[in-house]
């Protein structure tokens, strides 16, 4: 059996958990039910990081002892994941004996081997990192990161002969070129590599400037230097040497963590796992960084966000949809809410929601919410059958890859072809016509595609796959899925079985401050309502009019131009409609739940040319485009055949 063993890096415990965090681990949890669901046996480790002076000087200023400290801090960290859904088999603390013990036997066995010396050392160290830098790497004098005057200090110490292994170390990502992924990370380690000598690592600290920390084996007056304990973690958990798991698991070792530590991980790890006898990892997995509105996450601007506050505002999986279809893996993303509810309410709630809604209610209309048993088949089932097999093709191979945006558009061509299967099949004219043999078999591929929808999505949005599964009749067992059967099963859905009636589980949402207008226009439409209802008993429903009223009518045809979202409402498209004049006007059309813009390009609408111009959320609209809503969605008023643009309608 293949086996798949995940890591995120053990998180710092001087900050509480925030999106940077979330995304790492969320991203680690989605691979491991991944690999679940391809038929491999997984383990997935996650932990805190609790040495080193930062941890002492955080403690000093709550007033508390290293230890309370922490035990507060990796509690916060411990008790979130489950909040999240996260999956992972164990969480490892460096403060644990167990931990603590595996550290101390490699810096035995490098130091016996003689890859560990002492030597005097002097530099320019800098609290903030944790380290030294060599006078090259400063700029202007000041540590790169934390724009601050580093400290020279001259001490004895212990060095790891990282120098020794370059070579090694260089012809061991040549010849495995996916060591480090993706390639631009790789890349810029092998530059790193190749620039110069690679220096010797100090991996100790005197005692007598910090005792929170790891003691040496061999010297009690000094302790490691934190990367040298934290990096250990990996293998401490596993139960190395001998443990079971780490036989299992560590020959299929991958490391996720994101660009503020490629080098320790890429450089620092692999030179001490050779030096201690360990066989490399197999990949290392390095993510940019999420920027909130284009600037660094920091306390002081205030820009934190916290992942709670996302899953309470928009839901759990719908915010773990959004980290993953939003961030290219390896490239830096913004991150916002007017982003995230954009996505939600086109993904989720207009693709997949209208879909498995439709899908679902039509069940029920025709079936009394029974699966029929497919009958006769047409030719567009087999369309979509391959349409289906092409989109679960591709989410397999680019998750595999960690392309995950990718993954999911490619899932999407299914949702979004079934759709169409639905615009194409027109059940509500096959049920008119009474064909049931072909209604069952229509009703059923859209069903069975749903079910297979569902089980594609479950490491992105675990709870939302197991109610979609169980609204179509059945229990979740991860066991008995396995994504590349998928691929040619057919017909796992059980006919007979009762489907839900509907299912709300992709609401359309909106941003705090839509929210108020929208109920403040929800008010007002009531209003409306309720003045309407009392003129209803006194007036005529639809009242006369002359033939000179309806000549104040300017109803034109136009053709559309350009057509795109609304910046600052979601239903709204700025439709641009050619009507004849010397300039195209712009309309703002509540058209955005039925059409994407580009489907509106080219189109020939009839136009209420004028109507009084006024704004909608700030955009001027110069008329009305003319639809008719049905039952499922909306249809253009359009010509029958094409007309000059600007032609009046009499
Ligand atoms: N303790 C070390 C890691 C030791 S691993 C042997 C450490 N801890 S950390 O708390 O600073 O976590 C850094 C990691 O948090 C990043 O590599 C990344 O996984 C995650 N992120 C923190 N901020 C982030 C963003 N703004 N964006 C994406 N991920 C980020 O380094």
Redesign the pocket.
């Known amino acids: 059996m293949q086996r798949f063993y995940i890591t ?5 415990v001087n900050a509480k958990p925030h ?3 979330a ?2 681990t969320t991203v680690a949890d989605s691979l491991n039910r991944f690999h679940k669901l391809m038929g491999e046996e997984t383990y997935f480790l996650t932990g805190t ?1 609790e040495h080193g002076d930062k941890i002492v000087q955080a403690a000093e200023s709550n007033g508390q002892t290293p230890q309370e400290y922490v035990d507060v801090i990796s509690k916060l960290f411990r008790d979130l994941w489950p909040n999240m859904n996260i999956s992972n088999n164990d969480f490892i603390r460096t403060t644990e004996p167990r931990h603590k013990a595996v550290v101390q036997q490699i810096l035995q066995k490098v130091y016996d081997a003689g890859d560990i010396y002492f030597g005097e050392y002097g530099g320019h160290y800098c609290f903030g990192c944790e380290r030294f830098y060599t006078e090259k790497e400063l700029v202007d004098g000041l540590c790169p990161d934390h724009l601050t005057k580093p400290e020279y200090i001259a001490e004895k110490n212990y060095f790891f002969k990282m120098s020794k292994y370059r070579d090694w170390l260089l012809d061991h990502i040549n010849k495995h070129p996916d060591f480090i992924r993706p390639e631009r990370y790789r890349n810029e380690v092998v530059s790193l590599l190749e620039s110069g000598e690679l220096e010797d690592l100090c991996i100790s600290r005197p005692k007598s400037r910090l005792t929170w920390g790891i003691e040496l084996p061999f010297d009690a007056d000094y302790v490691t230097y934190v990367w040298f304990d ?2 250990i ?1 990996y293998v401490a958990a596993l139960g190395w040497p001998d443990g079971e798991k780490f036989k299992k698991f560590w020959p299929a070792a991958n490391h996720m ?2 660009k ?2 490629l080098k320790p991980h890429a450089i620092f790890w692999p030179t001490m796992l050779k030096a201690a006898g360990i066989e490399p990892y197999q990949h290392l997995n390095v ?1 940019g ?2 920027l909130v509105e284009d600037t660094k ?1 920091s306390k002081s601007i205030g820009n934190v966000v916290e992942p709670l506050a996302m899953k309470d505002a928009y839901g759990l999986d719908a915010f773990r949809y959004f980290l993953l279809r939003e961030m290219s893996f390896g490239q830096d993303s913004s991150f916002s809410e007017k982003a995230l509810v954009g996505r939600l309410n086109a993904d989720l709630a207009n693709d997949l929601g209208n879909l498995f809604n439709r899908t679902l209610s039509m069940t029920h209309k025709y079936f009394g919410g029974k699966i029929p048993r497919p009958d006769v088949e047409d030719v567009v089932d087999a369309e979509i059958k391959k349409i289906g097999q092409d989109a679960m093709q591709s989410f397999q191979d680019f998750f595999t890859d960690l392309k995950f945006s990718r993954a999911l558009e490619g899932l999407w061509e299914l949702v979004r072809g079934l759709n169409k299967y639905i615009d194409e099949t027109a059940p509500w004219a096959l049920f008119k016509e009474k064909n049931t043999g072909r209604l069952s078999t229509v009703i059923y591929v859209l069903l069975e595609n749903m079910r297979k929808i569902a089980v594609h999505l479950w490491p992105v949005m675990p709870e939302a796959s197991e109610r979609m599964l169980e609204q179509l009749g059945i229990t979740f067992d991860p066991e008995k899925i396995n994504l590349p059967k998928e691929l040619d099963v057919w017909g796992l859905l059980e006919s007979d079985a009762m489907v839900a009636e509907t299912s709300n589980l992709f609401p359309r949402v909106d941003l705090p401050e839509e929210k108020a207008e929208t109920k403040a226009e929800a008010k007002s439409a009531k209003k409306d309502k309720k003045a309407a209802k009392k003129d209803d008993k006194t007036a005529e429903p639809v009242p006369e009019i002359d033939f000179e009223d309806f000549q104040k009518l300017d109803l034109r045809v136009g053709t559309v131009l350009e057509a795109d979202k609304h910046p600052e409402a979601d239903r709204l498209l700025l439709v641009k409609v050619d009507t004849g004049d010397k300039e195209p006007r712009q309309v703002v059309a509540g058209l955005a739940d039925y059409f994407q813009p580009d489907d509106l390009v080219g189109r020939q609408v009839v136009v209420v040319a004028n109507l009084k111009p006024r704004k909608l959320r700030k955009q001027l609209s110069q008329g009305m485009v003319l639809a008719v809503k049905t039952d499922n969605g909306m249809e253009l008023l359009t010509p029958t055949g094409a007309v000059p643009p600007g032609s009046k309608v009499s």
């Open positions: 995120t890096p053990i998180y710092y999106l940077g965090h995304y790492t990081d934290a990096l973690n963590v994101a503020d530590i993510h960084y999420w996450m």
